[in-house]
Nanobody, 122 residues
Framework: QVQLVESGGHLVQPGGSLRLSCAAS????????MGWYRQAPGNQRELVAI???????HYAGSVKGRFTISRDHANNKLYLQMNTVKPDDTAVYYC????????????????WGQGTQVTVSS
């Protein structure tokens, strides 16, 4: 059974940076795309960034140019570098692995982590 465990979320000031990590275990994910999604209180879970095979990426417009997704296949890890964060980036961030996606890049039959809280506030 695949398990995804996120870490790295914390309180950060506007304009600051942080890096989220997702560690995968319990199964083979070499043929899965992986992504980051977030959910703020009262909102639906939304796309942040996806990294496909063999490495092309897709970002939500709100984070493009500020966030960078990367993947370490050898160590089964996924990262999200978040720069110039804004209060609107406050949310629980989830890691996901999937083989297929909806037309809006939502993962289908996906594995999900438990989430890590990111709070952007002064």
């Amino acid at each position: 059974q695949v398990q995804l465990v996120e870490s790295g979320g914390h309180l950060v000031q506007p304009g600051g940076s942080l890096r989220l990590s997702c560690a995968a275990s319990g199964g083979e994910l070499s043929d899965y795309a992986m992504g980051w999604y977030r959910q703020a209180p009262g909102n639906q879970r939304e796309l942040v960034a996806i990294i496909f095979l063999p490495g092309n990426t897709h970002y939500a417009g709100s984070v493009k140019g500020r966030f960078t997704i990367s993947r370490d296949h050898a160590n089964n890890k996924l990262y999200l570098q978040m720069n110039t964060v804004k209060p609107d980036d406050t949310a629980v961030y989830y890691c996901s692995a999937a083989r297929s996606f909806s037309p809006t890049f939502y993962p289908l039959n996906a594995y999900w982590g438990q989430g890590t809280q990111v709070t952007v506030s002064s």
